[in-house]
C-alpha cells in the first residue's frame, strides 16, 4: 500500500485522522502527475486537518476575549487520544498479564 508523504510538506492538528475522501485525493493525484509538485498537489487537503488553521482559530478566540481563562481558550483543542489517557487507567492497563481476564 501507497502512502502519500503528509507529515513531510504538512503539519496535522492533534486528534485530526489522516483519512482522506476519493474527493480530495483525485484532485491531489492529478495535480501531482501534471506538476510533479507535492507542495502544490496537497493544497487541496482541506485545512480543519492542519496545525495552522487550529493556531488561527485559537490566536482569533483569544484576541477577541482577552478575560478568558486559559482552559476555556483551549477548550475545542482536541488532543490525540495516546495523551488524554487518564493516570489510573494507564496503571491499571500495565498490571494486568497474560492471564488476566478482560
Not at 77 to 95: A, C, G, I, Q, Y
Amino acid at each position: 500500500m501507497a502512502k502519500l508523504p503528509l507529515d513531510r510538506y504538512l503539519e496535522w492538528a492533534p486528534g485530526a485522522k489522516k483519512n482522506l475522501n476519493i474527493n480530495h485525493m483525485i484532485p491531489i493525484l492529478l495535480d501531482l502527475k501534471s506538476t510533479g509538485n507535492w507542495e502544490h498537489s496537497l493544497q487541496h487537503i482541506p485545512r480543519r486537518k492542519l496545525m495552522e488553521t487550529k493556531i488561527f482559530a485559537m490566536q482569533k478566540r483569544v484576541q477577541k476575549t482577552k478575560s478568558l481563562p486559559f482552559h476555556e481558550v483551549f477548550k475545542d483543542f482536541k488532543m490525540p487520544n495516546k495523551l488524554r489517557t487518564d493516570v489510573h487507567e494507564k496503571r491499571n492497563r500495565s498490571r494486568k498479564t497474560l492471564y488476566d481476564d478482560y
